[in-house]
């Protein structure tokens, strides 16, 4: 069984900076696209950031500039360096992989819980 695992988030003061982590665990034999995403209330996810296998990225245009993914194949770990943080950037991160577990024939899209960012004078 695969879970991801988030960490670093928190409460934050505009201009400041955060590092959020996530790390799957599990019997794992490939992992390709990493990806965060934002939720804020009940709205649906947004795309934060992605990076490919390849370590090609992806950024919202809200991010740019400010937030940077990087992922460590050897800690299953992916990373998302936020900074110059602003109030539009509150919400709960949440981590995804597109995993390709050991004993099973496909890739399946595997979710974090979430962790929450506050961002607040």
């Known amino acids: 069984q695969v879970q991801l695992v988030e960490s670093g988030g928190g409460f934050v003061r505009p201009g400041g900076s955060l590092r959020l982590s996530c790390e799957a665990s599990?019997?794992?034999?490939?992992?390709?696209?990493m990806a965060w995403y934002r939720q804020v209330g009940g709205t649906q996810r947004e795309l934060v950031a992605s990076?490919?296998?390849?370590?090609?990225?992806n950024y919202a245009d809200s991010v740019k500039g400010r937030f940077t993914v990087s992922r460590d194949n050897s800690k299953n770990t992916v990373y998302l360096q936020m900074n110059t943080l602003n109030a539009e950037d509150t919400g709960v991160y949440v981590c995804?992989?597109?995993?390709?577990?050991?004993?099973?024939?496909?890739?399946?899209?595997?979710w974090g819980q979430g962790i929450q960012v506050t961002v607040s004078s």
């Open positions: 599990g019997t794992i034999n490939y992992i390709g696209v």
């Open positions: 995804n992989m597109r995993i390709f577990p050991l004993g099973t024939l496909k890739w399946s899209d595997y």
């Open positions: 990076i490919t296998s390849s370590e090609m990225t």
